[in-house]
């Protein structure tokens, strides 16, 4: 059985996916990249700036999913540019700060919208 998170505290899904989809053990958060959910436009700024309004996108919806960041036990990221690898572990840090969860961290040619990164997680229920 699945059921599917819909929060307006998060940004809507810009394609045909949910924001995350909940099983009964797991918790799958779509790719979040830093849009503003208020505004649905791509928060201005460098690494640093999109890092930690993507991160508060996916905290969003693990909320509404009656989780937080410390049930993630799996990120992966996805870089514009893989020479902001440091800024961006620099944000990612204060956010997982114990029990770190398993990574990726891959570099690709673009993201949607411009996008500087985008960040999906699997977390514990």
Same mark, same amino acid.
């Given at each position: 059985?699945?059921?599917?998170?819909?929060?307006?505290?998060?940004?809507?899904?810009?394609?045909?996916?949910?924001?995350?989809?909940?099983?009964?053990?797991?918790?799958?958060?779509?790719?979040?990249?830093?849009?503003?959910?208020?505004?649905?436009? *791509?928060?201005?700024?460098? *690494?640093?700036?999109?890092?930690?309004?993507?991160?508060?996108?996916?905290?969003?919806?693990?909320?509404?999913?009656?989780?937080?960041?410390?049930?993630? *036990?799996?990120?992966?990221?996805?870089?514009?540019?893989?020479?902001?690898?440091?800024?961006?572990?620099?944000?990612?840090?204060?956010?997982?700060?114990?029990?770190?969860?398993?990574?990726?961290?891959?570099?690709?040619?673009?993201?949607?919208?411009?996008?500087?990164?985008? *960040?999906?997680?699997?977390?514990?229920?």
């Amino acid at each position: 059985m699945k059921s599917v998170v819909i929060t307006e505290k998060a940004p809507k899904a810009v394609g045909p996916y949910s924001q995350a989809v909940v099983t009964e053990s797991l918790i799958f958060v779509s790719g979040q990249i830093p849009l503003d959910p208020k505004t649905g436009l *791509i928060v201005e700024g460098d *690494i640093k700036v999109q890092t930690k309004r993507a991160m508060e996108n996916v905290i969003a919806i693990l909320e509404s999913a009656d989780a937080t960041i410390d049930n993630v *036990i799996k990120v992966t990221v996805y870089l514009a540019d893989i020479k902001d690898f440091t800024a961006f572990n620099e944000v990612y840090a204060t956010y997982f700060t114990t029990n770190m969860p398993a990574r990726s961290c891959v570099g690709v040619a673009s993201l949607p919208k411009g996008a500087l990164l985008e *960040i999906d997680v699997i977390a514990q229920r």
